[in-house]
């Protein structure tokens, strides 16, 4: 026996017990009751903000299931998109001196979905030691198949019921990431610059 208590060991020992029988599974056969975790980015691990809000979602969800309701605490991660393709060419120009380009787009897809397997196994591992009583049977990825065809699907259906509609407008073109972003991903600067003004006839000849 230890001469001094080893929560980890204990924790890891339970927790693990209790995954494998199944409890943290919806079983009860009261109302329903569910919370969907906010998907942390595999750009990185959680920090101090997950453990925080997990934590009550936790308690929420323990509460549900001792009253016998029907509860699922549904567990996920998120691609991040832009975020994971800047951290994975920043690691690659580290290690090999290569860019995405040199690379190949499939190759570089790999290196994404290493990336994605190695950060969201990080992150899987920090809830299971913070005992967090998600479905693990149920964990999903925001890049799975049945996922992001469910996501396209809603937006055609919303297209088709004319609820949104396409269009054109300007967007923020980032020429390094050869993509759109954000208005939140800008970060607006006063520079100092010229004022051009045009003048140009109408259609019935007439000057401005």
């Known amino acids: ?22 409890y943290f599974s919806p079983q009860g056969k009261g109302d329903s009751y569910s919370i ?4 942390p980015n595999v750009t990185g691990s959680l920090h101090m903000g997950h453990a925080f809000q997990d934590s009550i979602m936790d308690a929420l969800t323990r509460y549900h299931r001792m009253q016998g309701n029907n509860t699922l605490w549904q ?30 787009r499939d190759a570089f897809l790999d290196k994404v979905w290493e990336w994605k397997e190695e950060s969201g196994g990080t992150i899987t591992r920090q809830l299971r030691r913070l005992g967090a009583s998600v479905d693990w049977n149920h964990e999903r990825f925001t890049m799975d198949d049945g996922f992001y ?12 019921d004319k609820l949104i509609y396409r269009g054109k407008r300007l967007v923020n073109w980032d020429p390094k990431l050869h993509t759109a972003i954000s208005d ?19 259609a019935d000849g007439e000057a401005t």
């Open 1 to 22: 026996m230890d001469k001094t208590f080893q929560p980890a060991d204990i924790e890891t020992k339970w927790y693990q017990n209790w995954e494998e029988k199944g």
């Open 36 to 39: 969907m975790i906010p998907p």
């Open 75 to 104: 567990v996920g991660t998120d691609h991040a998109g832009i975020a994971t393709q800047m951290l994975v060419e920043r690691k690659l120009a580290a290690e090999t001196g290569q860019t995405r380009h040199n690379l190949g």
């Open 149 to 160: 065809k469910a996501v396209q699907e809603v937006f055609v259906r919303l297209y088709d």
């Open 184 to 202: 939140l991903e800008v970060e607006n600067t006063d520079e100092k610059g010229f004022m051009w003004h045009l003048r140009y006839p109408l």
